[in-house]
């Protein structure tokens, strides 16, 4: 990849979001990278590891009570892309916190705890168990409040999109969690983006990450039904990297907070355009179901532009 | 599961032969830059590369690997298996391999085994019969029609049934009608067959067959599943079955990884009635 003039950055290089460090710029997002590769040995000739380079890993989606998941089918491909209805199927807090927690220990790469509710105080609740467990966890670098998962049946993608709520949802994890970082994701299945934005710096986050899936439905046309059992899923991969700049650049230009760009990202041309609207960070969500080395071959494809 | 698998790897391999073995399967063969081992059962994901590429890698049973060669079956049933099908020799796959847990291999307390292999579910069983198979296990594959059995890769050990009765080709034999039913009348031949480990890879119905023929006897049974699949090592969730939390009699439930857990579940453990029709659509798309 050529080297673009305007292109100084080092992506492997220590830097701040929160109170802390991270020891890079490219991140694997929620949900595309379960827990990291906890049991798995994978190999690759051009690359030492799928963390190799990577600054943190986002885990998969812990909410207060475990959730079996939507019903199958969960994944309908695109041409740019898929539509996922996983429903946010995890094992629940309090196994996370007693079984996950210590393996994600184990990783060389620091953590960013992806955590959902439907109440500001389950948000609390959450995040004061997590310091309490997590305290002495050196990696283990803060939370990104999923406020945004659009099929999750009770809120749903408007759950997010109320200005107030995301305020509230963040001042209640803000306020047990004093020494890691606090991360907003938002939805973009709003018209403006930057007022929730704002209300989620007003209320004390460290960053704004940018985009969750946009909603989106197909149609079986054998059936002529959806193809999803609850209709609509969240639809991520290339075809929504051109609305995820457009909500990036509204937030970095109208509320000045640091964004962690989200959104279709496959490549480095497409981790640099992130980067050129200002993102302090990217993640790599669908590529990495693709490819378990993607975010890492980011990352290396970045060194080579800086050589 | 106390298995011990290979490493997996992330290669771009080139295609070296990509042709019909019979009138509805392709055989396709992946020289990689290095050999990769494997245990029949485990299966690879496979993508085309550049403008090509697909959204998400395809899954595959392993046919056979053979030095650098890894080999697979398929049939042409949806958009990835259709940009598969058109693959010229020296062209470029990624190919994630292997993955998934196994067939065990047989110790001295297995049973004789029963092989049914449906259709695109013969790699897995050809693969552990090659490596495994014992004097006294039986294999039986079902196919389409006669035109839709690959003749060339079932060796005179295999029985072969047809749904369709036609376009056999001369020497070769094949009963007419299910093959669990051709299976069974093999095995009660000559009076009570005594105790078989029931192998099965194939269309749902064939394995929710399976599933009954072992249970009505009391025989153990090992079924591979054939889901789509997002990820294919774990992450995404996408390709999850229904399994018993505590095996037989117990009502509770959890969702497992078809890739990670299986492809190759104890048909026991399965959860039979949630398994819906969305489920094991005979082969990736």
């Given amino acids: ?307 | 599961m106390g298995l011990l698998t290979p490493t997996t790897w992330d290669l771009t391999g080139r295609v070296t032969a990509n042709a019909p073995v019979s009138s509805g399967l392709l055989r396709l063969d992946v020289e990689l830059p290095r050999s990769v081992t494997f245990e029949p059962g485990q299966f690879a994901m496979l993508n085309l590369t550049g403008a090509g590429q697909l959204v998400f890698r395809r899954p595959f049973s392993i046919l056979a690997s053979d030095g650098r060669t890894m080999s697979f079956l398929y049939r042409v049933v949806g958009r990835g298996t259709e940009r598969l099908a058109d693959l010229e020799p020296g062209e470029a796959v990624d190919c994630l391999a292997p993955l998934g847990k196994p067939f065990a291999a047989p110790d001295a307390a297995t049973p004789p085994v029963v092989i049914l292999a449906g259709g695109v579910g013969l790699p897995p069983l050809h693969a552990w019969l090659s490596r495994h198979g014992r004097p006294g296990d039986l294999a039986c594959f079902g196919g389409r029609d006669g035109g839709d059995v690959p003749w060339s890769l079932l060796s005179d050990e295999w029985r072969v049934s047809v749904d369709r009765d036609v376009d056999i080709p001369a020497g070769r034999q094949a009963h007419h009608g299910l093959v669990t039913e051709l299976a069974l009348s093999e095995l009660e031949r000559d009076g009570d067959p005594g105790p078989r480990l029931v192998m099965a890879c194939g269309p749902t119905p064939l394995l929710r067959a399976a599933a009954m023929l072992a249970r009505d006897r009391d025989w153990p049974c090992l079924v591979s599943l054939e889901e789509h699949m997002g990820c294919g090592y774990g992450v995404c969730k996408g390709c999850v079955v229904p399994v018993r939390l505590d095996g037989p009699g117990d009502s509770g439930w959890r969702n497992a990884n078809s890739c990670t857990e299986g492809p190759v579940f104890d048909a026991a453990d399965l959860d039979w009635e949630r398994f819906g029709a969305h489920h094991a659509t005979g082969g990736a798309a």
């Fill in chain 1, 1 to 307: 990849m050529k080297h673009p003039h305007w292109w100084t950055l080092d992506v492997e290089a220590p830097f701040t979001i929160g109170p802390r460090e991270l020891p890079g710029r490219v991140w694997t997002a929620s949900g595309c990278f379960a827990y990291g590769l906890t049991g798995h040995d994978i190999a690759a000739q051009d690359i030492d590891s799928p963390y190799a380079g990577i600054g943190a890993v986002v885990t998969k989606t812990v909410t207060p009570q475990p959730r079996p998941g939507n019903p199958m089918p969960r994944l309908v491909e695109m041409p740019v892309g898929a539509i996922n209805s996983i429903g946010l199927e995890n094992v629940g807090f309090e196994a996370f916190i007693a079984e996950t927690l210590p393996a994600l220990a184990e990783l060389a790469v620091p953590t960013v705890v992806s955590l959902a509710a439907t109440r500001p105080e389950e948000f609390g609740s959450m995040v004061a168990e997590l310091h309490a467990a997590g305290r002495d966890m050196p990696t283990w670098h803060g939370v990104e409040l999923n406020l945004s998962c659009p099929n999750v049946a009770e809120g749903g993608h408007d759950f997010g999109s109320s200005p107030e709520t995301v305020a509230a949802c963040v001042a209640a994890a803000r306020s047990h969690l004093p020494d890691r970082a606090l991360i907003a994701k938002l939805t973009p299945n709003v018209a403006r983006v930057a007022p929730l934005a704002a209300a989620a710096a007003e209320a004390g986050c460290d960053a704004i990450a940018a985009i969750n899936t946009v909603v989106g439905l197909d149609v079986d046309l054998k059936t002529g039904r959806p193809v999803l059992p609850r209709r609509f899923g969240g639809f991520s991969g290339a075809g929504i990297r051109p609305i995820a700049l457009a909500k990036v650049d509204e937030i970095v230009r109208e509320v000045g907070i640091p964004v962690v760009g989200i959104g279709g990202i496959d490549t480095a041309e497409d981790a640099l355009k992130f980067f050129a609207l200002g993102c302090v960070a990217i993640q790599v969500g669908t590529a990495q179901m693709r490819d378990p080395f993607a975010a890492a071959r980011i990352v290396q494809d970045l060194r080579r532009a800086e050589s």
